[in-house]
């Protein structure tokens, strides 16, 4: 963690507040870290290993976790996804993951497996407290309870309930993959690159655009019919995505959208 001069942000007016639960083994950290979400406002709670951080989850269900991924025992890939398993129907706790700088596969293996965000050690405590409220920010019942429902392609959003459903089923989306739905629901038919769906669903200016191609990746998994072959967020080479509204669309024509995205990854 770098070193920071910084001091929490306080109780400034309109930011978020909550439970967060802290999951690190190394006790300087999990300190800092607590410190300066305790003084930007929030309850904490922490953790040192993986059981412990299922049992205090259970204990207290948090508004959010920041993760460590790499844990004694358990690490925080496995957290993260029995942390999902236990959702029981609610929506998912957020989690914001800690990775070691320049591993980037271990990064998108966090993606992969859920985690709504990540920061890269060395980080300074106060761009974490950002990101947890930026997370939490999006997650609040109170900011999407005037948001009309969405629907296309037999797929429907209710912004307040953080629901969707394809097919009257409802999906198992992950925060960041529900916003991204969101998103393409309410721009139908525009093309839309990596940088501007990282302003607007992720609020960053700047990032990793790896980021959003994992999304991407891991959305069409869940409303697609055949994600290898996706007809409702479309590539266009060199450009984007784009979602495409209307009944569920019919088979490609010879000649259509690739799959893959400008960077060549699904």
Known sequence: MEPSNETGSGHSSGHVTGRVLVVDDDPTVSEVVAGYLERAGFTVDRAADGPAALDAAGLHRPDLVVLDLMLPGMDGLEVCRLLRARADGRPSVPVVMLTARGDEDDRILGLEVGADDYVTKPFSPRELVLRVRSVLRRTSSAALADEPRLAAAGLEVDPAARRATRDGVELPLTLREFNLLAYFLR????????????????????????????????????IEKDPAEPRLIRTVWGAGYRFEAGPYPPDRPAGGYGTRTEDGRA
């Open 187 to 222: 721009h139908p038919g525009r093309v839309c690159d990596r940088e501007r769906l990282m302003r607007e669903v992720w609020g960053w200016e700047f990032g990793d655009l790896s980021t959003v191609t994992v999304h991407v990746r891991r959305l069409r998994s869940k």
